[in-house]
Nanobody, 124 residues
């Protein structure tokens, strides 16, 4: 079982990036994106339930980021728009075999599988 995150890079403020998380080996019940900036704790960004597509977002990214799934590709995407310098971080995708209630989807301790991370840098 493997999660492969990709799509990070360097972008100017106001720009966009599309992050991908490809799962191999199985399909999971809940997928999440988290991020960690230098010197800061890891924080929740967005999550989605595989079966019904229900989503949850951190307040800091609502209206700017969109999480989506492609069942045919067994891949979860995070479209990041209107990026700000404070969005700079390593972004990690995570997955769990269980389908969590929406209120629990932001808890990183509930995810058993993690990808390797992809760096997003927002700078002029």
């Amino acid at each position: 079982v493997q999660l492969q995150a990709s799509g990070g890079g360097l972008v100017q403020p106001g720009g966009s990036l599309s992050l991908s998380c490809a799962a191999s080996g199985r399909t999971f019940g809940t997928y999440g994106w988290f991020r960690q900036a230098p010197g800061k704790d890891r924080e929740f960004v967005a999550a989605i339930r595989w079966n019904d597509g229900n989503k949850k977002y951190a307040d800091s990214v609502k209206g700017r980021f969109t999480i989506a799934r492609d069942k045919a590709k067994n891949t979860v995407f995070l479209q990041t728009n209107s990026l700000k310098p404070e969005d700079t971080a390593v972004y990690y995708c995570a997955a769990d075999t269980r389908t969590w209630i929406i209120g629990a989807m932001s808890r990183d301790d509930l995810y058993d599988y993690w990808g390797q991370g992809t760096q997003v840098t927002v700078s002029s």
